[in-house]
């Protein structure tokens, strides 16, 4: 997959980010097959379904954490929209590898470098073996940004940040590289002894 840019159309910058220059466009293309191979484990695995995180809380009491993941989501782990495109729309086309975009819009380029190393890890965070979780997060920007919970993968490099939207309702808000957010490097672990997909014919 190789990301290309055409400018073929009057493009319509959204709010808060901006069209990739050529230096932005080549770093991205670094990770584009990275961006691929997620796309389509997110589309096959993970997309409109709902995931639950079974793990043990600091008192070894049981929790059930149920996590909506929507197409939308995607676009929010990459950091990457693309012009005229709406959430769907994007994912389908990172997962079949369409890379010949009319624009590329991304906020600050080192976000979007720390997001996209840790791409590849996806498939880590549904793995009971590779990730803890931490509830009622007491860092300061997961305070800020109103994060609820996070995952994190064993390396403690990334971190999916969860939000609760509604009553009940959590979904994945963000992707922090925490090898570059050192206010991070703190976060207690908890055990996740399963994560169970609803509608699995393979779960009882």
Avoid: C, W
């Amino acid at each position: 997959m190789e990301f290309q840019v055409t400018h073929a159309e009057e493009t319509r910058q959204p709010s808060g980010l901006h069209g990739v220059s050529s230096e932005e466009l080549n770093l991205i293309n670094r990770y584009a097959d990275k961006v691929q191979n997620a796309a389509k484990y997110y589309a096959d695995n993970i997309a409109e379904k709902t995931i639950h995180f079974i793990y043990a809380d600091q008192d070894k009491e049981l929790n059930d954490m149920e996590v909506v993941f929507s197409k939308d989501n995607f676009v929010d782990l990459v950091g990457l929209h693309l012009d005229g495109k709406d959430t769907s729309q994007t994912l389908e086309d990172f997962a079949s590898g369409n890379g010949e975009q009319n624009d590329i819009f991304i906020g600050q380029k080192d976000d979007i470098e720390s997001k996209l190393s840790e791409i590849d890890k996806l498939p880590d965070f549904f793995n009971a073996n590779k990730v803890t979780i931490n509830s009622n997060v007491n860092v300061e920007q997961a305070q800020r940004e109103k994060f609820t919970d996070i995952i994190q993968t064993q390396d403690k490099n990334s971190i999916p940040a969860l939000k609760e939207f509604s009553p009940k309702v959590i979904r994945p808000y963000s992707l922090i590289n925490t090898a570059v957010r050192n206010n991070y490097k703190d976060v207690p672990d908890n055990a996740i002894l399963a994560v169970v997909r609803e509608n699995d014919p393979n779960n009882s």
